[in-house]
């Protein structure tokens, strides 16, 4: 149970001094009745608050996009080191948010957080073959071979077997990789697997997706239409997004990913 002041200020309704004033305009609904009384305790998860009408907080269902800065867990809690979850600002903190796979300490870029328990897992699901987009700075050179051995699906050194991917050579030491899966540091490993050492790795794009311009180490709210793209996606719709992303593939010759297998 927290102070309703409290929940109203990290639902996003303004600082103490607005909530202070928006109590005693009589906006603040507790279960259906006006509330004034900022001491008032809720309980998040049931309690229904409401500023002007519109329910705040609690079981409101949440899609957010994070651009995860390196040197961040992605775990919802830790003992020792920083997890994403510090990255939520404090209205979105209440919302048990969970991350949805996982990027790894040092990896930055697009991860994806909810707290609507069974799409999380529509998400993860290995039968989801949402296309993930990565940018990989490396040591060593990515060439014709590499290109042609992530194409047919790389084996890597513990035998685990990977579903072809794309691997797109951008410059000395930099590549675009496409991967429709997400096994345990996957790129990292790939990369490794022909030679490379991933130095920089940074999530570009998941799925229709893309971080277009949130800052590190910042998060936005998906809006209905995303989180109904991403439902079609998780469940093997919305081919639009997988194909064109194919069709801006740079890497020439190569067929769909799901034809090769
Ligand atoms: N692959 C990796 O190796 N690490 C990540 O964080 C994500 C994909």
Not at 147 to 162: E, H, K, M, Y
Not at 185 to 200: C, D, F, I, K, L
Not at 221 to 234: F, Y
Request: net charge negative; proline share 5%; with cysteine.
């Amino acid at each position: 149970m927290i102070r309703l002041d409290k929940f109203l200020c990290d639902s996003g309704a303004g600082s103490r001094s607005t909530v202070r004033a928006i109590l005693k305009a009589g906006r603040v609904m507790v279960d259906g009745a006006v509330e004034k009384d900022g001491g008032r305790k809720v309980d998040p998860d049931r309690g229904r608050v409401t500023l002007d009408g519109e329910v705040l907080g609690g079981r409101r269902r949440t899609v957010v996009m994070m651009n995860k800065a390196a040197g961040y867990v992605t775990a919802t809690e830790d003992p020792a080191q920083p997890t994403v979850m510090d990255l939520l600002p404090p209205h979105m903190k209440h919302l048990q948010l969970k991350p949805v796979g996982r990027l790894d300490k040092q990896t930055e870029g697009l991860l994806l957080l909810t707290n609507d328990g069974d799409l999380l897992h529509r998400i993860i699901s290995p039968k989801n073959q949402v296309p993930k987009v990565y940018y990989a700075r490396h040591e060593g050179a990515a060439g014709e071979a590499d290109i042609q051995a992530f194409a047919r699906g790389l084996t890597l050194g513990d035998g685990t077997v990977c579903r072809p991917a794309v691997l797109e050579p951008l410059g000395e030491g930099e590549s675009r990789i496409t991967v429709w899966e997400g096994k345990y540091h996957q790129v990292r490993r790939m990369m490794a697997a022909r030679g490379m050492t991933v130095t920089y790795l940074e999530r570009t794009r998941e799925g229709s997706l893309e971080l277009e311009g949130l800052e590190r180490g910042a998060v936005r709210e998906l809006t209905q239409e995303q989180i109904r793209t991403l439902e079609q996606e998780a469940a093997g719709g919305g081919p639009a997004a997988t194909v064109n992303l194919l069709e801006e593939s740079a890497a020439e010759g190569l067929e769909a990913p799901w034809n090769l297998e």
